[in-house]
Every structure is written in C-alpha cells, then in structure tokens.
C-alpha cells in the first residue's frame, strides 16, 4: 500500500490513519455488543431478547449492529465460541500442575469462575445444546480432549481399585459441569444453601471429583475447609 | 374425564368412564413412543393421533393441547422417579444405599428413555420443569442426606445435603451423557446396564467415603 501511492498525494498516509481509527472503533462497538449481549441474558431468556433490546442496552444504532452481525445467532455464536476457547485455555493450564489435585483444584476453580461469572450465558448454551447440535459439538470435541489429557496425566501417577476410563473421567466433568449448573444457573435454593461459598464450593467439587477419578481424598493437609468442618 | 351429561344411567357412564381412561392412555403411550425417536418440539397432535389411531376431536376432548398432554406425562414420569428415589432410600446404607439409588434413576431412564430424555431437555431449558423437579425430589433429597451422616459422622448437616445433591447430580450426569445427549465421539457407548449400573456404584462409594488419605 505505502510504494503505491505518489509522494505528495495527501491520502494515503491519512486514509489508512482514517481507516485504522474506523477499524478501531468498529472493533470496540463490536465488543460493546458481546458484552452487552452476555449481561443481557443473566436478566433475560435469549429467544425473548429482540435486536432491539441489545441495541439499546449497547447504545448501539441498530445498522451498527447490522454492520457486524447478520443475526442475532451470529452475535451470540461468536461470543459463545470465543468464551469456550478461554475456557478450555485456563483448563488446559490446571493439568500442567504436576500433582492430580492441584490439576483438579485448578480446574474447579476455573469452572466456578465461568459459571458464576455469566450463568445467563451459560443457561443459554444449554438450552441450545438442547436443539442444536452445533452447540454440543463445540463443547464435546474440546471436552473428550481435555478429558483424554486428564486421564494420561493420572494414569501416570497412579491406579488402583477402577481403571479409570475415557467414559468414566468424560463423565465426571459432566457432573462438575451439572453440579454448577444446579448451583449457579437454576439456583437450586436446598443446593446453594448446602454448599457455601465459592471457595468452598471449588474445594469440594475438587475433592470429590479426585475421590470419583483416583478412589481416594487428597492429601487433608491441603484441605483449607475440610479442616474446619466444612469439608465434604 | 367423563361428563354427567352423557347418561344418567350409572353403569353406562362408569364403562365410558374406563374407556375414556383407556383412550387417554392410549394417547399418552403413543406420545412416550414417539418420544423415544424424535424431539418433543417436533412431534405434532397429528402424529399422536395417527400413532394411537384416534381423531383429533377425540385428541382434544381428552386434552386442551399438546403442552397439557406433555405436562402430564412429565408429572407422571417424576411421581414414578421420585416413588423409587424415596423407596430406595429407605433404612439402606453403605453399598446396599449406593445400589438402590443408582438402580432407581437407573430404570427411570432405561425404561423410558424417551420420557428421560425429554424431561431433562425440559430441566435444562424451561425453569418451571427444573422447579418441579426440585420440589418433588426435595424430601427425598434431605432424607438421603441424613442418611449419608449416618455413615459420616464427620460431615456437618448441610454438608451431608450437598453430598446427597452431589451424587445425585453425578448419577443424572452419567445418564444424561447415555441416554439424553446420545454422545456420537463413542466415548460413552452404551454399557450393559449391569455394567452402569456397576460404575455409577463405584462412582458413588468413591466420592460417598473420605477414605483415607493415601
């Protein structure tokens, strides 16, 4: 672009600075968007929110948002897709912890914090997951991944009692993924009075999941609430 | 679902009585079969009624809509898992514990897949389905809890309830992956139910008992 154009033209160097803001600006209404989108839905149902609705909670003009997404489908993918890649992202860094319950606690802590953080959001992916396949597949491909990582890394420090299995492990990060579903998104009020606050919720899932996937606790002296009667 | 107007003689209308009991019947088996292979949003009244050979009219005269239809067979279907769940629970401890409530949610879903199926669809997307759930298992749930502090004294009250949710929530998990979400990758192929019913056991007794500390 910069050889092209001829040394006293006054456009180029401008043009591109000009197009470069516009660039910028659009990349923030379109964040301004997801955003609004994701505190939106911890309020309302996704299939109630109209174009409308974001638009206005967004200040957007409604072309603003029609210059970045056809639908509102689209909209909502994108965030989807790009709140999984973070989420696997800090679940693929709990397994490098070298022991399996620093890898679990890691990974209870990362779940907890993306459940809690946007639970509108999250209903919304199971209610779609419900209708539309495109949505378990995003969840199922990265999950049996991680999960077969989870299984190499345990297999490794040991195994007694049941093997552990692909199916067995998949199915215990369904139940971690269940379980905070109850307590952070249905808010079963019998659930979310049993189980404490988000520090002790994240012990305990860590807790149980490492009884579930090796057969027996960790370590109590790692155990900040079992110590004081809290634990499970 | 019979009307005083029909007949004022007796027999007759306790006859008609039974055979408007069986028609609905009718109408509800066909619409858990159809459950079983196809999604509740697309099943339409005139499937139903071809699948239990009856006219729309006869259809409408048993229920107001498909929603009414669904609505019943769901309470139906969580009366009967919440029957068992209670059963299960009863004066049992350690494994015999762990074994009854497993099989319990166990036949739920294998029996009635279609039923399993739509109902935690239902949980998941509708909140009134997961609230009905909630109230109806919520005895269940507090006895299960006290019955697993019997076994672990160490637990604090509420903490023996959380634990009762837990492993409930593991159990529904396994068998939602099996039989709701129908898993293409293969990684939860269809066990025996022995064999599920083994793991889901196992699972239990694991994350039931603190064991020791290896």
Redesign the interface.
């Known amino acids: 672009m910069t050889g092209a154009a001829p040394p006293d033209s006054p456009g180029v160097a401008e043009l591109a600075r000009k197009a470069g803001r516009r660039q910028q600006r659009g990349e923030r209404t379109r964040l301004k968007i997801k955003e609004t989108l994701i505190g939106l839905l911890n309020e309302q149902d996704y299939f109630d929110l109209t174009i409308t609705d974001i638009c206005q909670a967004a200040h957007v003009a409604t072309g603003g948002f029609y210059f970045h997404y056809a639908r509102k489908a689209d909209l909502l993918e994108e965030v989807i897709r790009e709140h999984s890649a973070d989420f696997w992202t800090t679940l693929d860094a709990a397994l490098h912890y070298q022991d399996p319950y620093s890898a679990l606690f890691h990974a209870s802590t990362a779940l907890v914090r993306a459940y809690r953080d946007a639970p509108g959001l999250v209903r919304c992916f ?2 779609l ?3 539309d396949r495109l949505y ?1 597949d995003i969840w ?2 990265a999950a ?1 991944s991680w ?1 077969s990582r989870l299984v190499e890394k345990l297999g490794a420090s ?1 195994a007694d ?2 093997a552990l299995t ?3 492990a ?3 990060l ?2 971690v ?3 905070l ?2 307590i952070h998104v ?1 808010r ?4 979310v ?4 606050g988000v520090d002790e919720i994240t012990e ?1 899932i860590a807790v ?1 999941w490492h ?2 996937l090796i ?6 002296a790692r155990l900040a609430y079992a110590a004081q ?4 | 679902m019979e009307t005083t107007d029909l007949s004022a003689d007796k027999p007759e209308r306790a006859r008609q009585g039974a055979k408007g009991e069986r028609t609905k019947q009718r109408i509800k088996a066909a619409f858990a079969d159809l459950l079983a292979g196809k999604s509740f949003t697309s099943i339409t009244i005139a499937d139903i009624c071809r699948t239990s050979d009856i006219t729309v009219g006869g259809f409408y005269f048993h229920f107001a809509s498909q929603e009414d239809l669904l609505d019943e067979v769901i309470a139906e279907y969580i009366d009967v898992l919440v029957g068992d769940f209670d059963a299960a629970i009863d004066d049992r401890r350690g494994t015999a514990l762990a074994e009854a409530v497993c099989g319990a949610f166990l036949k739920a879903y294998s029996e009635q897949a279609g039923l399993a199926r739509t109902f935690q669809q239902l949980t998941r997307m509708r909140s009134d389905y997961a609230s009905r759930w909630r109230v109806a298992s919520e005895g269940g749930m507090r006895r299960l809890g006290e019955s697993l502090a019997v076994e672990r004294p160490d637990l604090a009250p509420d903490r023996a309830l959380f634990l009762a949710h837990a492993l409930v929530t593991m159990i529904m998990s396994k068998l939602d992956l099996i039989y709701v979400y129908r898993d293409r990758s293969g990684k939860t192929a269809a066990a025996s139910s022995a064999t599920l019913a083994r793991d889901l056991t196992q699972l239990w007794r694991r994350m039931a008992e603190a064991g020791s500390a290896g």
């Open positions: 199971n209610q997951a419900m209708t378990v199922e491909s049996a999960v040991e009692g049941m692909n199916a067995n998949y199915s215990l369904s139940f993924d269940l379980l579903f109850k249905e079963d009020p019998g659930l009075e049993s189980a404490g305990n149980l009884r579930a057969g027996r606790s960790p370590d109590a009667g809290r634990g499970v």
